[in-house]
């Protein structure tokens, strides 16, 4: 069985932006990456580009994520 790695990112900026276009490009399903920022306007830009599914709160994600990057 094959182990799916969680990313999460609290903060939707550049830095999370050029991150998630990397992880996606090299084959990282969108469904396997949280993400969080007090800008839902942010949020839901990234959303739309990416097919990522926000979470406007972070603790509840944020126990099961193998990774977790901030900025």
């Not at 580009?49 to 990774?67: D, I, Q, V």
Request: aromatic content about 10%; hydrophobic content about 40%; glycine content about 8%.
């Amino acid at each position: 069985m094959q182990k799916t790695t969680t990313i999460g990112f609290i903060g939707a900026g550049n830095m999370a932006y050029a991150l998630i276009s990397g992880l996606i490009n090299n084959g990282l399903e969108a469904s396997n990456i949280k993400l969080s920022d007090t800008d839902t306007t942010l949020l839901s830009q990234r959303e739309l580009e990416f097919g990522l599914k926000f979470l406007p709160t972070t603790h509840k994600w944020l126990c099961n994520a193998m990774r977790l990057y901030w900025q």
